[in-house]
């Protein structure tokens, strides 16, 4: 599993304003829409592409266009949903499928209530989209189904990410066949003993739509 940290000053300065208790739904919502934005210029880094021939005003050029089978972007609903529009503005032809996974608070175990996926993922480059990898219980599942279905290239965008839920996510596909690369924003310090990320941003969710 690769992990990329984007370090760049835009991405901290945008993640601390998302982290800030005082930023209300409006704001953060634009927020996460912009931080994805950033995130995706990582994460598409090996979007396949196929080269294709233009005419410029002056001459022939060879460019390139994103390649077929089109890439599927899977947002993990509730929070992921914040994060879709960023993303397919980025990658127009995008295919866009559903997950939908909660976890229960007090056990913190993941139960998914809403599947929208082709069944044949082969050939297919997937970029999932969850803003909290806490303790990797939503991500490590989401990822095993599309493997399971076939994909053969995932890379999982979120905007921040626990030490635990990445040691979850190493040891679940240590052996996976499939290349899987994490892109994150940052990865704090730990989880507390209700499974939230230390400092973290609180309820991705909630946050961004306001009901519990
Ligand atoms: O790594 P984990 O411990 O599994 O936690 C991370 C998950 O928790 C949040 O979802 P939540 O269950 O709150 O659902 P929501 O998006 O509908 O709010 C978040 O959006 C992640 O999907
Ligand atoms: O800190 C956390 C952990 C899981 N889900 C969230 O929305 N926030
Ligand atoms: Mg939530």
Redesign the pocket.
């Known amino acids: 599993m690769r992990i990329h940290i984007a370090d760049h000053p835009l991405v901290a300065h945008k993640l601390t304003a998302l982290r800030d208790e005082r930023t209300d739904s409006p704001t953060f919502r634009r927020l996460v829409d912009e931080l994805v934005t950033l995130l995706a210029y990582e994460a598409t880094r090996d979007v396949r592409t196929e080269p294709i021939t233009i005419k410029t005003p002056v001459a022939p050029a060879v460019g390139v266009k994103l390649a077929s089978p089109k890439p599927l972007v899977v947002p993990i609903l509730r929070?992921g949903l914040g994060m879709l529009e960023g993303m397919v503005r980025l990658l127009p032809t995008a295919e866009v499928g559903f997950l939908g996974m909660i976890?229960d608070e007090g056990t913190l175990t993941v139960s998914m209530y809403a599947t929208r996926l082709p069944e044949d993922l082969s050939g297919r480059q997937c970029y999932v989209l969850d803003?909290?990898l806490?303790t990797g219980g939503t991500l490590s599942a989401a990822v095993e189904l599309l493997i399971d279905r076939g994909a053969d290239h995932i890379t999982c965008v979120c905007l921040l990410a626990a030490p635990e839920g990445m040691a979850v996510m190493e040891e679940a596909f240590r052996d996976a066949h499939v290349p899987l690369t994490i892109v994150t924003a940052a990865v704090d310090e730990r989880l507390n003993d209700k499974?939230?990320?230390v400092p973290?941003?609180?309820?991705?969710?909630d946050r961004l739509y306001g009901i519990a």
Not at 200 to 205: E, F, K, R, V, Y
């Open positions: 929070a976890r803003p909290m806490a499974g939230y990320i973290g941003l609180g309820d991705a969710g």
